[in-house]
């Protein structure tokens, strides 16, 4: 009988995000979502400039923390997944540590969506959602060989997970989803009438 071993694995670690840290209620994290969209004219002014649908303080705010208790909370839940997660890939960090080094906010409208994108100059990525309405998209990874198999075949139908170009994460709400940064991830455009918030955020290996 031939051999056949799963090589090179790429890792999707997916829980609820209560499982680690302080409770976080979701309906007032919504509440402070919207909240901060409202006040953040800055955001508000670069998503228009930008062409970019709905809401996102990527480019405008850096201290969600410091603004509402809640994210100070949220922070300390990622910690414990993230360092769950490290240990799962079994990184030796040699005495260092990953560190938040970013937090956004995003708030997709109907018809909104995410372009794909890496997250470059961080180890891991991520996102816990806060409003997932019905027919909200789902997260879409892609296979990182994808540039390297220009003559392969397309896969079966129902072909195992593991063997798919693309996997679609359909998470709920309070789920939190972490990846390694390169790896390859758009949001497919919003189907609901209702928002899709979602909270991203980025961890760099710092001293």
């Not at 309906?27 to 979502?33: L, N, P, Q, V, Y």
């Not at 922070?75 to 769950?84: E, G, I, R, T």
């Not at 939190?176 to 940064?181: A, F, M, T, Y």
Request: hydrophobic share 40%; net charge negative.
């Amino acid at each position: 009988m031939p051999q056949i071993d799963s090589l090179f694995v790429t890792r999707l670690y997916r829980a609820a995000l209560s499982e680690q840290g302080p409770a976080i209620d979701a309906s007032e994290m919504e509440a402070s979502c919207y909240s901060i969209a409202e006040d953040d004219d800055a955001g508000q002014e670069w998503c228009e400039e930008n062409g970019y649908p709905g809401y996102t303080s990527y480019a405008s705010l850096t201290d969600l923390p410091w603004r509402f208790p809640i994210f100070a909370d949220l922070v300390k839940s990622l910690d414990a997944h993230v360092a769950a997660f490290v240990e799962d890939l079994e990184f030796d960090l040699d005495g260092k540590e990953l560190k938040l080094e970013d937090l956004w906010i995003n708030i997709l409208p109907e018809g909104g969506m995410h372009a794909s994108h890496i997250h470059p100059h961080s180890v891991i990525s991520g996102t816990t959602y806060v409003a997932m309405p019905e027919n909200a998209s789902a997260l879409k990874l892609e296979d990182p060989r994808s540039a390297m198999m220009m003559a392969a075949p397309v896969r079966r139908k129902g072909a195992r997970e593991e063997l798919r170009s693309f996997i679609y994460a359909a998470p709920q709400v309070g789920d939190v989803l972490l990846w390694e940064s390169w790896l390859r991830h758009e949001v497919p455009m919003n189907m609901s009438e209702d928002d899709r918030i979602s909270v991203s955020f980025n961890y760099r290996w710092a001293d």
